[in-house]
């Protein structure tokens, strides 16, 4: 469904969409341009997208006993998101 997203979007993000820490997110105006007929008695809605990138481990900060801190040089950073976008999407960021 993100790809179905992008595609609307023409594959185009600037760059307020990439948060700091390395997420990302937008939005369309009608869901009938994923493909999705149109139905009269749901009407026309639009849709937010947010994707959370993340690396192997970053899951000892979210567990409930021991929990860890992820370091500095783990994290994912706004440029790392952007340049990941650009090589897995042939994204274009404006």
């Not at 979007?9 to 700091?20: H, I, P, T």
């Not at 939005?27 to 008695?41: F, T, V």
């Amino acid at each position: 469904i993100l790809e179905k997203g992008l595609k609307v979007r023409e594959y185009e993000l600037r760059k307020n969409n990439f948060s700091d820490t390395g997420n990302f997110g937008f939005g369309i105006q009608e869901h009938i341009d994923l493909g999705i007929k149109y139905d009269p008695s749901i009407g026309i809605y639009g849709l937010d997208f947010y994707v959370v990138l993340g690396r192997p481990g970053f899951s000892i900060a979210d567990k409930k006993r021991r929990t860890g801190c992820i370091g500095a040089k783990h994290r994912i950073s706004k440029e790392e998101a952007m340049r990941w976008f650009q090589q897995k999407y042939d994204g274009i960021i404006l």
